[in-house]
């Protein structure tokens, strides 16, 4: 008998764990969306989430167990420029845990100060996936501090597995959920939770150009480069290449091996309609799924009456929303 | 004893008449905005209302009622190139009534697609306020059809009355609510509707500079030019400057006298600040009411903890949002 080191028991008690803590996201529909894409879309709302994106949950779960697991604690540490970032500085103000974020030089005011917002304190490195790795352990050695990855972690994939576990009570019969992928941590926890719930039900990941995921799903292998590498995307929260070392596995049992690549402009495609049609503000990763569930998934799941479709994000540079392209003076 | 044209009854049998062709809107909040604004504030999200805008309320009870009382209706016309032309056609599709929009030449085609899509004829006049009504005058007196006016329409009145309804009904003890005014429909059925359910809730009206409402509400008097102009605006749904004749009274019976002038800049100020925080798009109209409840209601109502802002509606040019300003080439 196998046993996934993610089980369904370690989703239900992440959801029990940070429930005061976060929101019971809603599930939008729209009339008008549904007409284009043939079927039935259910949005998860994770830009509604804390922090504007649905890596609080998983942040919430991994920062909080920290702290149940050793209540001395000398703190949390994390690198990530993005919704990671946002979100463990979050969970560790939630307990009053001391929180350092590793962030590569450059990186936007604004996004510093949406970090510094929840009290955490900035380490800066060199703009490079190594350095990050190497300046977070750095710090964590220095600190005393745990590291809290953004995907392969146990902790961080239960707590993204709260969203596939309030979805399908909303919505029990899904024929199919799309989840745009990055590290993969909420790829494996919507997998798995999904599976355990309601196994006739396909979990497709959405994908940049250039991470050949389906390649290596079909291969059971992680055939990426190492050190990895960023991919060139518009979605700022879906440029890493490689799913992680703990969540690949996860996926290759409970993931559908057909994975929907998606271009820059068919991202934007999705965000757009998904503002005008519904008036929800998402970032590019969430446009990818809109537009997997409205445009690609017929041609896998053609029945797919019902499709969860998981609007992972909303943080977003309003000053630059790609199709707004301002006309370049010479 | 003396009696108001539109009566709680009239706004309670509205909600009754138009309630399985429009959506009970949610009511938002966001916890960072509260903080802002140092009071709790409740957003009725009519730009998640069918056809982006609380206009449908209005045009469905009128345009429904337009039936009711005439079986045999020729349809109806209405002069707008905005929010009340696709609540028009929207309201007579959901009966297969015919409808026309006259709408002024140069009016975006994005707009004109938006009210065809209802299946409503368009017929285009001059982009004056006095060609709009005469052209629209004809169209009634050739076809037979029911003029149903934007906002001086006691049906209208009532059915924008639903608003304060279905808001009071989520959040009782409301100390204010603030609504965003152009030709008075919307605040003159807020008003009546929650003087009755509740009269120690203030209604105030934001507008927009030029437009003088508290001058007139002082005055009791009607002090605009007549023929009416338009006001010089960022937000497109309240270019009108004149509140009608039949929503004016009943303004200044149930209206506090005090009123919200809000420039550009405030507006898009409030309206940056939802798609930031609350992740909602909507228009400048709805950026108003949010300015004013953040940032002017405590110069008034300083005790007022609890306070509803209506998001009038979410139909704006994507491509042109106006905090984004294209560098000019020379």
Redesign the interface.
């Known amino acids: 008998m196998s046993s996934t080191p993610v089980e369904l028991r370690d989703v239900r008690a992440a959801a029990l764990r940070i429930q005061h803590f976060l929101h019971t996201t809603?599930v939008l529909t729209s009339h008008s969306v549904d007409v284009l894409a043939g079927r039935q879309l259910f949005f998860k709302a994770e830009?509604?989430q804390k922090t504007?994106s649905f890596k609080a949950r998983g942040a919430c779960n991994a920062v909080f167990l920290e702290k149940e697991r050793n209540p001395d604690s000398a703190g949390v540490v994390t690198h990530s420029s993005g919704n990671h970032a946002q979100a463990v500085a979050y969970a560790a103000m939630c307990l009053g845990l001391p929180c350092t974020v590793v962030v590569p030089k450059g990186t936007p005011k604004v996004k510093c100060d949406a970090i510094c917002s929840y009290g955490a304190e900035l380490v800066f490195c060199n703009p490079t996936p190594v350095s990050r790795v190497k300046t977070c352990a750095s710090v964590a050695e220095e600190t005393g501090r745990t590291i809290i990855h953004s995907s392969d972690n146990y902790d961080v994939i239960a707590g993204q597995g709260t969203i596939a576990l309030e979805l399908l009570n909303e919505v029990p019969d899904l024929d199919a959920i799309v989840v745009p992928t990055s590290g993969g941590g909420m790829l494996a926890g919507v997998s798995v939770t999904t599976q355990k719930i309601q196994p006739k039900c396909q979990v497709y990941a959405v994908e940049p150009v250039g991470k050949n995921l389906q390649r290596c799903l079909e291969a059971k292998q992680r055939l990426w480069s190492d050190p990895p590498t960023f991919l060139n995307t518009v979605a700022d929260s879906m440029r890493l290449q490689a799913v992680g070392h703990l969540a690949f596995p996860i996926i290759c049992e409970y993931t559908n091996t057909r994975v929907f690549t998606v271009t820059d402009d068919q991202m934007i495609e999705g965000m757009?309609l998904t503002?005008?049609r519904m008036?929800?503000?998402?970032e590019a990763a969430s446009g990818a799924g809109v537009y997997a569930a409205v445009k690609l998934i017929g041609e896998v799941q053609p029945k797919a009456r019902k499709v969860g479709v998981i609007l992972c994000g909303?943080n977003v540079d309003?000053?630059k929303?790609p199709?707004?392209?301002?006309?370049?003076?010479?």
């Open positions: 809603p830009h509604l504007g757009k503002f005008e008036k929800q503000v998402i909303g309003l000053d929303l199709w707004v392209m301002p006309i370049t003076s010479y």
